[in-house]
């Protein structure tokens, strides 16, 4: 049985039946499919705005029957906020989409835009959800019709990348399934709203719950790109169409912090340890990012380690509201800020990379030197979205990274005479270098594209010559999501406030105890050492170390300074998981097997011991195995059988586990 408010169904399924629709419509029609399409994602987000007013009352939606569980939705003031956000992203996005794979004649329109609509689906889903069974169900869909985004071009490189994405996506949705069996074993419910009740009167040992939150920590850890499982993510996003690359990092990506939200605001509330743990995860990330984003010379990927870096100061923020317990209010307010101004930033900067790529073809820093000369439209449009991403004053980046150091600084004070406080010095310290990493990488892409010449004096001329490199109403909703970021920067007491005040209850946030000052000299300086750590690292690193003179040029030329052997995924996750843990598995499985010729050859000195006519089993000279030359598999040895063997035996693991928990083994 239903009940509720039937426009949250809407949201999230809407887009579904839509999806199927646009490719039905696609067959007859390519502009009729575009068109729909458009009207679809205005459609999505005009009911995510009719929701608004009500964000402030109850306002939910029960499917009782549904896959036992149930499917639970909620619009309250923090999910109003992500699906108006999935929304808005969502119609900027296809609009350019139309132009984009014109451009580029791309194959397989139809495919990719009803994949869209479904992951827009899911995504609603998992933004509107209050059970974590919901959040759940709809969190693996999203990963897999994302998949199709990522994989769309089909290249060697794209569908090796995808690989990685899928792979991830599917360890660690199955490790958030285990640790949501154990979380539900234990505490007795998976309800949002009941979760901190629940633990608190489960009598539960804080160790398992606290083993079963980093289970689930696991899968949303992977969507995020939080470090150490983040090696998917520099692959993926630069593989993806840009129109998806904005999907990925703009919106997706927070369904990962979403968990995140979760899990420290409403199952472990205050935990101190648990802050600690994140903070640490999140600063790590942050830095790796800043260190990826200087070193590379392509474009796209410096974007993609611009995200993780950004994520990591969320993932910041999400873990020093725990460590601050009840003085949490900065924490909470610039993590839930610092989340929406990334997704508003990175839209705009991927739209760009778009614009780009529709002209030139190739991201190369070296290809692309030069392209935005004489291009004000997308020089504003770019310039906006890096003072924003970099947090300078007046922009919505700096308000959000200020509550984040603020309150860092806050529980210095707190834990002044204890041995906390130097260790959050330093987290201090490296927040601030990992902002000034920020500038540098930013400064780069902005001096490469709008700055400099290429190399190529032809090239150059015409790129000059290109003024007709987008269409007018790409244009619009490019300089529209730029000219966004300054106006919730210049009035933060207006704007993010008012934001932050509707949303902040989800984390158990409240108002400040005293009021902000964003643009005290003490904030303002704060900012100034990381973006003077910037221009300086930018200058050192960038134009003495990156720019170099190749064989045979006059002329200095952008170089990928990240060393290949650091390449975590190559080098230490495919090993483990193809090669260490398979050999590891199939030698246990050869024994086990080879115990029956044991048994056999024992049986055989005993009992027939001394007879002429005794009986002589065949004994297996394969330890255990079968001859595949003389037994082949009929089943071929694919992703997909691959992937439903692994599900089979992780299902059966699951299973015992669920069952030793009901019939009460300890």
Known sequence: MAEGNFLLLFLVFFPFAAGLASYLVGRGS??????????????????????????????????????????????????????????????????????????????????????????????????????????????????F????????????????????????????????????????ARVGTLEMDHMIDAVANSGASDAMVMWACSLVLVGFGVKAGMFPLHTWLPQSYPAAPEPGTALLSAILSKAGIFGMFVITGQILLHCHSWGVALTLFGIATALLGGIMGILSDNFKRTLACSSMSQIGFIIVGIGMQAVL????????????????????????????????????KSFNLNDIRGFGRKKPALMFTAGFAILGVIGVPLWNGYVSKTLIHESIV????MAEHTGWAAGFKSIEVLFIIAGGMTCCYMLKLFFAVFVEKNNDPAKQAEFDANKHYMSKPVTAILIISAAILPFIGAVPNFSADGIADLTQGFLHGHSPEHAVHYFSWVNIFGTLKSLMGGVAAYLIIVRLGMLRRKAGETKRSYVNAWPAALDLEKYVYRPALLTVLPFIGAFFARCAGSLVDWFTALYRKIIFFGRKDRFS???????????????????????????????????????????SFISGWR
């Open 145 to 184: 019709t994302s998949y199709v985004l990522v994989i769309h071009n089909e290249t060697k490189e794209v569908i090796n990348a995808a690989k990685s994405y899928v792979g991830f996506a599917v360890f660690g949705g199955l490790a958030t399934l285990m640790g949501l069996f154990l979380l539900q």
């Open 410 to 413: 806050e529980y210095i004070e």
């Open 30 to 143: 390519k502009i009729g499919r575009d068109a729909f399409i458009i009207i679809v994602t205005a459609i999505e987000l005009a009911v995510a705005i009719v929701l608004i007013p009500g964000a402030s009352d109850t306002n939910d939606f029960h499917w009782h029957a549904f896959a036992g569980l149930g499917l639970h939705f909620r619009a309250d003031g923090f999910r109003t906020m992500m699906a108006l956000l999935a929304g808005f992203i969502w119609f900027f996005t296809t609009v350019i989409s139309r132009e984009y794979f014109n451009k580029l004649e791309s194959r397989n329109r139809n495919r990719y835009y009803m994949f869209m609509l479904w992951t827009l689906g899911a995504t609603m889903g998992i933004f509107l959800s209050t059970h974590l069974y919901t959040t759940f169900i709809f969190f693996e869909v999203m990963s």
């Open 325 to 360: 317990g009840h003085h949490n209010a900065l924490a909470v307010r610039g993590s839930i800020l610092h989340m929406m101004n990334h997704s508003l930033i990175k839209l705009a900067l991927f739209m760009v990379a778009a614009v780009i790529f529709m002209n030139v």
């Open 617 to 659: 089993p065949p004994l297996n000279n394969e330890f255990g195995t079968f001859n595949e030359e003389e037994k082949p598999s009929r089943i071929p040895q694919g992703l997909s059988y691959s992937l439903i063997m692994f599900g089979a035996g992780v299902v059966a693991v699951i299973y015992f586990i669920v069952i």
